[in-house]
């Protein structure tokens, strides 16, 4: 992942710790109102839960966006390393072969010579 998507992804993380803080302060706001001696405000206690209910489903939305986009990132994906290790090493075998069968050819013309 490049620089610049991680500072994404981090400042959406940041506003969904932002949409959680006033999320929290919403629930002390009902909880003070609840707590009111002249008793709570109806429409004071609606409006905090549609918005409470309306940030709790835009965290979840943002969550479960931020951990696909997790899930799906990889690295590694259109890395050549290891063809690249696999072709060194197959040609290093070739070479190796091709010098035993150089020597063993050496080892005939030799022995074809003494005779």
């Given amino acids: 992942m490049d ?4 500072t994404t992804s981090l400042q ?3 506003n969904v710790e932002k949409r959680i803080v006033k999320v929290l302060e919403l629930a002390g706001g009902v909880m003070d109102e609840l707590a009111s001696p002249l008793g709570p405000r109806k429409d004071v206690v609606q409006n905090h ?3 409470f209910m309306q940030l709790i489903k835009d965290i979840q939305v943002a969550l479960r966006d931020e951990i696909k986009s997790a899930c799906e990132y990889r690295p590694f994906e259109k890395c050549d ?3 690249r290790i696999a072709n060194e090493i197959c040609y290093q075998k070739v070479e190796f072969v091709m010098s035993q069968l150089d020597a063993m ?6 022995y074809h010579a003494a005779v």
């Fill in 3 to 6: 620089p610049q998507g991680q």
């Fill in 12 to 14: 959406r993380l940041q």
């Fill in 49 to 51: 839960c549609l918005e």
């Fill in 81 to 83: 390393y290891g063809s």
């Fill in 105 to 110: 050819k050496q080892t005939i013309d030799e």
